[in-house]
């Protein structure tokens, strides 16, 4: 099967996500697709198997023209998408996982059980995987899950299969098993498309790579003629300019240091410290362990082992109330499920964090306290809004994190947490974000920002620790930092 | 949809509930001229009482996204306990004073079992239902206990008046008044609030769940205990059924008063008028002779109604 995308565009709202991108997929390869965080990879997919309708392009199969209006049409044409989170139910069995909706039915309209069974058994061998078919899916690893995944496209005989960061959470032998299953289905044929960030496995495994960036089509290469060093170019290649004010701080002493912190299978051996001052970018791929070494430290998951020092003192931090009290604040990755109440108004949002602040003793709310406090906020962040009682659900995403910022902002921090910042903000509203960051910075505040988004972290940070698989790869200096550098260390390369 | 539809929409999804109350006390009135009198008034209100201190309790409750079924269980043994303990000799007041601690405790006991315990609070509750009621029938022995005496505070509880207007009429308004400070002006409230509209941002703002979800189940087992004294004033002895259903008829005025069963949303004050609803609609029908059987129907096509008109738009 041969597709072809040319010149897709979408928005979401005002959010441009794609311009011109695309690319050429020709039967019986494997296709890597790369990019960073948020270059329109899935999104792109999603157009080709109708989850998303494109907004301009063009779609071909096989030469003719196509538009899917949702992915079981895509489904029934060959093409299945394996998502990074998988789309298993976990109370059900392998075979009635394998059947979903199409259960093969007897002549008095009840599930034919033998045949299902024999039909399953029957593809699972082709896989060359051993799964009884009768083990309840929350038995199986995730590996092994995956596999399933793999067995239901086949079952509707795909000849395209996507499949998104599928080794993310799998252990190396898996992932050799998956890799076997992928060059079999190569001979049959079938042509996979491959999302991933990781370089190694993409050398290994792939025939040719297309890199998009800011959802737009940067170049199609074949593995044997290009390297890594080019590859990562291609992703990251543009100018920084001056998007990131410079500030005047000087680093003061340590704030915070933790020692050895360790999550099985998250984690582990975690060292870093922050001075006053100080902008700590966190740099890492998706799920290599950044939020949880953050959640840790704000005493929002339960560390193994490991201590965390706060002024020199060795702190105690069992949940959020124990970090706020030693100075802590947390804006956490996603404003919508942690960071906001949605439903709530712009005031109670911001009161939540300040209860302390604006209540008596007995817990008595001061209303020229909260109005105060809140006016203060909407004023010196710029929030655009209608007032203190403007629903959360109505700010745009830039306001919403300016809410959520001055929720911690007026706690008056000592250490801030950011863990992307700056995710879903439009242009506008990041510049006034990154003049926050450094009016803290200048006020003594040590800030530890992660972020996926490469030009931020080199453009805010006066040192970059890189984190993968939960182990922090480097950390480096802002003067000798560069993209190169941090990729590949992200990337699991050495310096 | 314009802006001004859209506001008077608001205001009906506001009012929906109160223009339903002021409708049926219209109509019941022109209907019943028996129903229309000062003391039926207060009458009603004095009924409605047993039902809005455990809906106000309730309320909090359903504002952290939980549910308690066992207010009416933790109404009977409190109050079974303390007759038991007037007719072994014990003062009635500190008798009384006893019942209501244990009523505030058997309600962290259901708090404690959904925090601590990971129960669901459907399921935490139900549990401390069944067993509540268990244990009634085996304190009592499945008979009432009655021979309270003749304790000044014991009787004025249910059956006292304060120029002309009954103890439990002014119970019910001061302890709605205390609720709605509790809920509108301390930080209590805000973090009852903040529990059922996002937890996971309530904790990251350092508000302890677990605790608010203990206090929130301890207020309402003391409204059940309360309202249980009240009861037993009235009637005179501890029946073991006592209280049987009563979590119904409170989360039915929870629900009538606009408050989302998934918690963050909802005033005291809809509770309020719910409580009021369902008081005009069993007084009412009475009066006017519907049969009980067509009461329960007309009850539930009532909630029926005043919730699909709370609906967001």
Request: charged content about 20%; some cysteine; overall charge neutral.
């Amino acid at each position: 099967m041969q597709i072809e995308m040319k010149g897709i565009d979408k928005s979401f709202g005002q959010n441009q996500v794609l311009k011109n991108a695309g690319f050429v997929l020709a039967p019986g390869e494997v296709h890597a697709l790369m990019g960073e965080n948020g270059a329109g990879k899935s999104t792109l997919m999603k157009i080709l198997t109708g989850v998303y309708t494109r907004d301009g392009g063009t779609v071909t199969v096989d030469g003719k023209e196509v538009l899917y209006k949702n992915p079981q049409e895509a489904e029934r044409a060959g093409i299945v998408f394996i998502h990074q989170e998988l789309n298993v139910l976990f109370d059900l069995t392998v075979e009635e996982n394998l059947f979903l909706g199409k259960e093969i039915r007897n002549r008095l309209g009840m599930c034919n059980q033998k045949a299902m069974r024999k039909k399953a058994e029957a593809t699972l061998e082709k896989l060359g995987v051993q799964i009884p078919v009768d083990r309840v899916m929350s038995e199986l690893s995730v590996g092994q899950q995956q596999m399933i995944e793999i067995c239901k496209a086949l079952m509707v005989d795909a000849r395209v299969i996507i499949m998104d960061e599928p080794t993310a959470a799998l252990t190396q032998s898996e992932t050799a098993v998956l890799f076997e299953v992928i060059q079999s289905l190569r001979k049959k044929g079938v042509s996979i498309v491959y999302i991933s960030h990781r370089m190694e496995e993409i050398f290994e495994l792939c025939d040719r790579i297309t890199v998009l960036r800011d959802g737009t089509y940067i170049g199609t290469k074949k593995i044997p003629e290009t390297n890594m060093n080019e590859i990562v170019k291609m992703m990251i290649g543009r100018e920084i300019g001056e998007r990131y004010p410079k500030r005047e701080v000087t680093i003061g002493r340590e704030m915070l240091r933790v020692e050895g912190l360790t999550k099985k299978g998250v984690f582990e051996d975690v060292n870093f410290s922050v001075h006053a001052g100080e902008v700590l970018g966190v740099s890492g791929l998706m799920g290599a362990g950044r939020t949880e070494i953050m959640q840790a430290i704000f005493g929002n998951l339960s560390l193994e082992r490991g201590d965390i020092y706060i002024d020199g003192r060795k702190a105690t931090i069992k949940n959020p109330l124990h970090a706020m009290e030693h100075g802590i604040g947390f804006i956490t990755e996603d404003r919508k499920t942690e960071g906001l109440m949605l439903e709530e108004s712009i005031k109670n949002n911001i009161s939540l964090a300040n209860l302390g602040r604006i209540s008596g003793r007995a817990g008595v709310i001061s209303k020229a306290a909260e109005d105060e406090l809140v006016s203060k906020a909407i004023e010196e962040l710029h929030i655009k809004c209608f007032g203190p009682f403007h629903e959360c659900n109505n700010l745009s995403g830039g306001n919403q994190q300016k809410v959520v910022f001055a929720k911690w902002i007026y706690t008056n921090p000592r250490i801030l947490i950011l863990d992307e910042p700056t995710r879903g903000v439009d242009i506008g509203a990041k510049k006034e974000i990154y003049s926050i960051i450094n009016e803290l910075a200048a006020k003594g505040v040590a800030i530890i920002m992660v972020s996926s988004e490469l030009p931020e972290i080199l453009g805010m940070s006066d040192r970059i620790m890189v984190v993968r698989e939960g182990l922090i790869r480097g950390i480096i200096a802002q003067e000798e930092a560069n993209q190169e550098k941090v990729m590949t260390l992200a990337t699991g390369g050495t310096l | 949809m314009n802006e001004n539809k859209k506001k008077v929409l608001n205001y009906a999804q506001d009012f929906g509930a109160l223009i339903a109350l002021v409708v049926l006390i219209l109509g019941i009135s022109i209907a019943s001229p028996e129903f229309r009198t000062w003391s039926n008034f207060l009458s009603l209100l004095r009924q409605s009482s047993i039902n809005g201190l455990i809906a106000f309790g309730m309320t909090c409750v359903i504002l952290t996204d939980a549910i308690d079924l066992s207010v009416g269980s933790v109404l009977a043994l409190s109050t079974a306990l303390c007759a038991g303990m007037i007719t072994a000799g014990v003062p009635a007041g500190l008798a009384m004073i006893l019942a209501l601690v244990l009523g505030a405790a058997l309600g962290v006991v259901s708090g404690v079992l959904v925090t601590k315990g990971r129960l669901q609070p459907f399921i935490a509750t139900l549990i401390t239902m069944t067993v509540y009621r268990g244990l009634t029938m085996i304190f009592t022995n499945g008979k009432p206990i009655s021979n309270l005496g003749d304790s000044f505070v014991l009787k004025l509880v249910g059956k006292g008046n304060f120029y002309h207007i009954p103890i439990p009429v002014i119970l019910l308004i001061l302890i709605f008044l205390i609720f709605f400070f509790l809920l509108n002006k301390t930080t209590f409230g805000r973090r009852v609030y903040a529990t059922g509209s996002n937890w996971k941002s309530a904790k990251l703002a350092g508000v302890n769940i677990h605790k608010t979800k203990i206090i929130v189940y301890g207020i309402s087992g003391l409204m059940a205990a309360l309202s249980g004294l009240i009861l037993l004033s009235r009637l005179g002895s501890a029946q073991p059924t006592l209280g049987d259903g009563y979590e119904l008829d409170a989360i039915a005025a929870v629900a009538l008063g606009g408050t989302s069963m998934s918690g963050g949303r909802g005033k005291i004050y809809g509770t309020f008028i719910g409580v009021l609803i369902i008081a005009v609609l069993n007084n009412g029908l009475n009066i006017v002779g519907v049969s009980s059987y067509y009461q329960d129907v007309i009850k539930g096509l009532v909630i029926l109604v005043a919730v699909l008109s709370d609906r967001k738009r």
